[in-house]
């Protein structure tokens, strides 16, 4: 039978309902982006194949690229939103490969390198991941699909 979890590394609810939060609010932007990509090539989801967030970021940026856009309005809306998905890939990275670890006071927390991710930071992470996942949803709600 498995040792239950060590006291010592409990986490404070909060804390750990911020990182669920951060790791819904990432699916839902790389969601967000990975149907952007289809918009951009109908066979998109069909070709994927274990693709990673960084990959999908890659992907989304080359498609942008590479795809003709006549509308030179959506295609810099595009290349700016693909560039955060992509920035916002390694905030995700940072954070879902992070140590366990405490802070100051004791209290648990994950540790990326000598990077603490404080409460704060988690939170302003989901909302960057949020802000950006709304953004992708505009572009597709505005017939991203019909103008590539």
């Known amino acids: 039978m498995d040792a239950p979890l060590h006291a ?39 070709e994927m194949h274990r693709t990673t967030a960084g990959e999908v970021a890659e992907d989304f940026e080359r498609l942008i690229a590479t795809r003709p856009l006549h509308d030179l309005q959506l295609k810099n809306e595009l290349a ?4 955060a998905f992509r920035r916002l890939v390694r905030v995700r990275n940072a954070l879902a490969h992070a140590q366990p670890g ?40 505005q017939g991203l699909g019909e103008k590539a």
């Open 102 to 141: 405490h802070d100051a006071t004791g209290r648990c927390i994950l540790v990326n390198g000598t990077r603490p991710w404080q409460l704060e930071g988690i939170l302003d992470a989901v909302e960057a991941f949020e802000r950006c996942a709304g953004r992708l949803q505009r572009l597709l709600s």
């Open 8 to 46: 010592s590394h409990k986490l404070e609810p909060l804390y750990a309902q911020a990182v669920g939060r951060a790791t819904y609010a990432f699916a839902v932007l790389e969601w967000s982006a990975i149907w952007c990509c289809k918009a951009l090539d109908d066979d998109y989801v069909r």
């Open 80 to 83: 700016d939103a693909a560039e």
